[in-house]
C-alpha cells in the first residue's frame, strides 16, 4: 500500500539495529588492548633480543616512556595521581560507552551542545571547531543535528509570531541560530546543495523580517533596521562561492535568463531581494546609487517575471498529466535531482514574499494552488479515468520523479500560517471599505450585507486552521 498522507512521511523511522555490532566492539576492544599489552609484556619480560624489533621497541621504552613517565608521574608522586587518574577514569567510562548496546552519555552530550548552541558566544568556537574538524574529515553531526533543532523551534516561535508584533527575544534567537547552522553547513569543503539549503534558510527569515520594519516599525525602531540590513548582507557568503555572481558576465547573463527552478535564477532573485535592505547589494545587482524606490519597482518587476514563469510551467504539466500527454521538457527545471526540494522550497518562497511586498496575496495563494493540484494529479498518476486513452506516465519516468521532488513536502504549516495574516490584512481592508460605503446595509436590501463580512471572515479562517494548531492565530 502507497501512503501518500503527510503525517506518516513525518513520523521518525524506527532504528534498526546491525546483528553483531556489540560482539563487533567487544572484539575491536580486545584487538587494540592486545595491540598494547603484547609490546608491554615484551619489554616488561626482556624476551625480545636487542636488535631488530626488538631495539625499536626497546628505544621507545626508554626515550619516549620513561621521560613522560618520569616528567608527569614519578617526580610528581603522589600529586602526579591527580592528573593520571582522572584520565584513565575517562578512558574507563569511554571503553564503558563504546561497548554498551546504548549511548550512557549522549544524553549529557546533547545536553551541553544544546546550550552551548543557545549561547551566541560560543557560535564562533563551534564554526572554527566544527571546520578544523570538516579539514582532518571528521563530521561534527551532532552539532549539527542540534542546531538545526533549536533553529526549528526558533523560527516556529517566529512563525506563530504575528507580523505586527516584534518580540526582540524570539527574533533574535532565529536569526543567530538560522546564522549559526548556516555557516555549519557552508563550511568548505561545501556542495552546492549545502549552500541551496542555507538560501532557504536565509529566505525564510528575511520574510519575516522585512514586514515587521512596516507593521511594527515603532516597536522594533532601529534595532529592528539594523537586524534586518546585517541578515541581507548574510546572502554575499552564500551566493558568492555558488555562483560567482561578482564576475560581471556571469551576473548579466543570469539576469537576462529566464526565471526558473535551476540555482542560478534562484539565487539572482534572492540577490534581488536583499538589495532592497543592503545599499552594497544594491550596488552588485542593480548599480551604484539606485534610489530605494527604483529598487522596489525592478524587483518586483524581476520577481514578478520569475514567479509566473515558475507557475506557468507547473500548470501547464498539471495540464498535460490530467489530459494523459507527454510532460512538459524544459530547461526551466536543470536542478540536480537532489537539489530539487531546495528549489522547490526557494521558489515557493519567492513567490509568497513577492506577495508580501507588493501587498497582493493573490500571488502567493496562486502559487500555493499550482503546487497542490498538480501534487493531486502526480499522487494519482496510477489510476486510469479514461481507458481509452493513454495511460497516466508511470513512477519511472524520470522527469515524472523530477516534478515529485520539485514540491515534495509543500507547502508547510508556516506557509499558510503567512499567506492567512497577508489576506487578513487585505480583508481589513476591505471591510473598512465596505462600512463605509453607502451601498452597505446591515439589512438585507444593500449590495453590501452583514453576510459578506462573514464570508471574508471565513476565508481567513481557513487558512489559519490549514496551518494547523501550531500556527493557528491565538
Known sequence: MNFNSPLLKAMPQQVKRRPGRTLLRVLTVLFWVALIAVPIALVTFHTLPNTGVGHTLYWVHDHIFLPIKGYTYTLFFPLGLVFWGPVLFMIILWV???????????????????????????????VKTSGKLKKWRMRSELLKEVTAEQRKKAFNRLSALPLTEVDRGTITSAVRLTQLY?????????????????????EEIYMRLRPRLLNGASAGGEWLERLTVEWAACIDGIIVPLLQYKTHQRLEA??????????LTLAVDLLYLASLKNNEMAGYILGPKIPLEKRKKVTARRLAASTASRRSFLDRNRSRLESRSPLLRSDILTAHPADLPFTGRLSLLIALDLAAFSGSPGIGLGFLESIETLDFVLHLRHLDFQPS??????GQDPYHQKLKGLINGLPRPADYRFCAEQVEVETNKRKEIWQQSQQFSPGKKGLIRPGDFQLADTRVRALYHAAGPEFDKK
Do not use: C, M
Not at 100 to 114: A, D, E, V, W
Not at 182 to 191: C, D, K
Open 182 to 202: 548556516n555557516r555549519l553547513i557552508t563550511l568548505p569543503p561545501s556542495r552546492p546543495g549545502d549552500h541551496l539549503e542555507a538560501a532557504v534558510y536565509w
Open 254 to 263: 543570469a539576469k537576462e535568463k529566464k526565471g526558473g527552478f535551476d540555482t
Open 96 to 126: 564503558v560507552s563504546y561497548l554498551s548496546p546504548n549511548p550512557i552519555f549522549k544524553g549529557l552530550q546533547i545536553y551541553l551542545t544544546r546550550k552551548a548552541v543557545q549561547r551566541r558566544l560560543f557560535h564562533p568556537l563551534l
Open 389 to 394: 486513452k493513454e495511460k497516466l506516465p508511470t
